[in-house]
């Protein structure tokens, strides 16, 4: 599967953001797909997943008030709606995906495919 993230920019703290992810090359009927973030001098970290065919969503704590991952089936699209914004959510944003990682173990198993990242900055 190929994966392709946007909607990366400069943003005010407070403020919010929508990142998408197109999904292409293959169904995601039995795929995981989910967000990561790194910023700089700092280690990957996972944000949140969700299971393509239920639409299950899983957060890290930081992200569970803040932000929203969903879902488009009929643009195998995936988003990450993030509301709230703070200096510390600034980092390179990747999304990834995989049909052998669940969405609630994505944080642990990384998964297989990767988009290229799409920067985010909030400036306080």
């Known amino acids: 599967v190929q994966l392709q993230a946007s909607g990366g920019g400069l943003v005010q703290a407070g403020g919010s953001l929508r990142l998408s992810c197109v999904a292409s090359?293959?169904?995601?009927?039995?795929?995981?797909l989910g967000w990561f973030r790194q910023a700089p001098g700092k280690e990957r970290e996972f944000v949140a997943a969700?299971?393509?065919?239920?639409?299950?969503?899983y957060y890290r704590d930081f992200a569970r008030d803040r932000f929203t991952i969903s879902r488009d089936n009929a643009k195998n699209t995936m988003n990450l709606q993030m509301n709230s914004l703070k200096p510390e959510d600034t980092a390179v944003y990747y999304c990834?995906?995989?049909?052998?990682?669940?969405?609630?173990?994505?944080?642990?198993?990384?998964?297989?495919?990767w988009g290229q990242g799409t920067q985010v900055t909030v400036s306080s």
């Open positions: 969700i299971d393509w065919s239920t639409g299950s969503t």
């Open positions: 990834a995906g995989d049909p052998f990682v669940t969405y609630r173990t994505m944080g642990v198993s990384p998964p297989g495919y």
């Open positions: 090359g293959r169904t995601l009927t039995r795929y995981a």
